[in-house]
Structures are given as C-alpha cells and as structure tokens.
C-alpha cells in the first residue's frame, strides 16, 4: 500500500541514506499527490486514508531535516501542502492525527530550511484573503476564516530568530502586509500569534519596523506596544538576575575572577 511505501522511504531516510536532488523530487512529489485534497478521488481513486496522509507528512518532514539541501529547492511545492492539511477542508471536520502531522511537518520543514526562503514561503499563507484559481480575490468568509490556521503565523517567530536584522529587513516587505491583515481574524489565535511573531521582528529589527505597521489599527498598535514593552522588561530582570548571579560567583566575562581558567587538554 501506499502508506507502507511512505513508511519505507522515512526508514531509508532515517537511516541516513544519500538523496540526490531528483530523488528529492520524486519523494516530494509522492507525498504530496497523497496529500492533494481530494486529488485521487476526483480522478476516480479512492481518497487517501489518514494513515497514508500522516505517513505522507512525517516523510515531507524527515526528507526536510535528512537531508535538507536536497529538500531545499522543493519546499515552495511542500509547503502549501502540509498547510493545506492544517486547515479543515470545507465541510470536513479536521482529523486529529493529520493535523497533529502537519504541525510536527511544518516545523521541522520549516527549520530544515534557509530563514529566507521559508518566511517567502510562509507569506500568502499569513493573509485572510486569498486568490483562487482564476486570479479571483476571496473575501475572509469565501476562504472560511475558521479554516485559518495559527500555524504558519507562529512560525514566523521561529524563523526570524534564526536571522540577522539585515537579512529580516530585505524580506520584512513580504511578510508584513500578511501579518498586519491576519491580526483582524475572528480566532484569538491567529491574533496573539500574530502579536508574537511582531515582537520577535521588533526585537531584531527595533523602531526601524514601526513605520512599517501603518496598517494596523490605533488599538492594534497599543496592544503590540504593550507586548514590546513586556518583551523588554523580562530581558532587563533576566539581565540583571544574570549580573547578580555573576557578581555572587565571582564571575567575569564568564570566568571565575581571580583563576586562571583551565588549559585545553592535550590531543589525544
């Protein structure tokens, strides 16, 4: 079956067999027809089980952290799946375990993957209003807001710790408009995700992200004020709780004051 194929590739994969890009390709490609909405069945097939889509979701997810460079240049076409599986298809209740896949999928994708390149791929997920086919724009209710997934917002966070300011700034452009409309969705969720993944941008990228957020309301820009300020205010008492740890040891620049530290130890 095919969830057994699946299940084979994560074992050859884990095992820390080579892959060639092609061969990155064909495993990206595989997993993904086993998680395409509703894919086989139009085509006539049976829709896959959920055991075949988790499978499906734990190989995108050990292909990612196995091997990464081979991954890397399929992620735009992996991405869009996994997201897909966090969001409940229309008139489907979502399925614990494939949702539970496609967290653990997305992060390990997500972090497999160069900072840049996974926050440009991240980006149209960040919006409440999508493009359809057709180029038609979708209004929040046509995309059924309650589908909308926390997810990739919380994983702006995590990439953009991984960053230098210089980098966050040349892709800050393509995340922002995304951010700043998800925090008018209905889910608390999506919002408070939405706050952090603000704050982590401000902590590398200071007042130079302000003017940037134009497009939040005045009650939205009070809130994220006051989540920056809460965010300083826990790494001065962190800094000065560490200071005087320091100063109680008799610490210096991490080195007991007064010793000499100790000597590498011989090659052995």
Request: hydrophobic share 45%.
């Amino acid at each position: 079956t095919r969830a057994r194929a699946l299940a084979s590739i994560r074992r050859v994969l884990r095992g820390g067999a080579a892959v060639s890009a092609e061969e990155a390709r064909v495993v990206v490609a595989a997993a993904s027809r086993a998680l395409a909405r509703g894919g086989e069945a139009h085509a006539g097939g049976p829709e896959p089980s959920a055991e075949t889509k988790t499978h499906a979701l734990f190989t995108l997810r050990d292909l990612a952290r196995c091997s990464p460079e081979s991954f890397a240049p399929h992620a735009s076409t992996a991405l869009p799946v996994i997201l897909d599986a966090l969001e409940d298809p229309e008139g489907v209740e979502r399925d614990p375990e494939i949702a539970l896949g496609a967290g653990d999928a997305l992060d390990g994708v997500v972090d497999a993957i160069a900072p840049e390149a996974a926050l440009r791929a991240l980006a149209p997920r960040l919006k409440l209003t999508r493009t359809n086919a057709t180029g038609v724009r979708l209004s929040q209710t046509q995309t059924r807001v309650s589908s909308f997934s926390a997810a990739p917002v919380r994983c702006v966070g995590g990439v953009v710790a991984r960053m230098s300011g210089e980098a966050l700034r040349s892709v800050a452009p393509e995340i922002l408009p995304g951010l700043c409309e998800a925090f008018n969705s209905t889910s608390a969720d999506v919002r408070k995700a939405v706050v952090d993944a603000l704050v982590a941008m401000y902590d590398q990228l200071g007042d130079w992200l302000l003017p940037r957020l134009a497009g939040l309301t005045a009650a939205q820009q009070k809130l994220l004020t006051i989540y920056i300020n809460r965010a300083a205010e826990r790494r001065e008492k962190n800094a000065e709780r560490d200071a005087e740890i320091s100063a109680r040891l008799g610490l210096k620049n991490g080195a007991p004051s007064g010793r000499v530290p100790l000597a590498p130890r011989p090659a052995q």
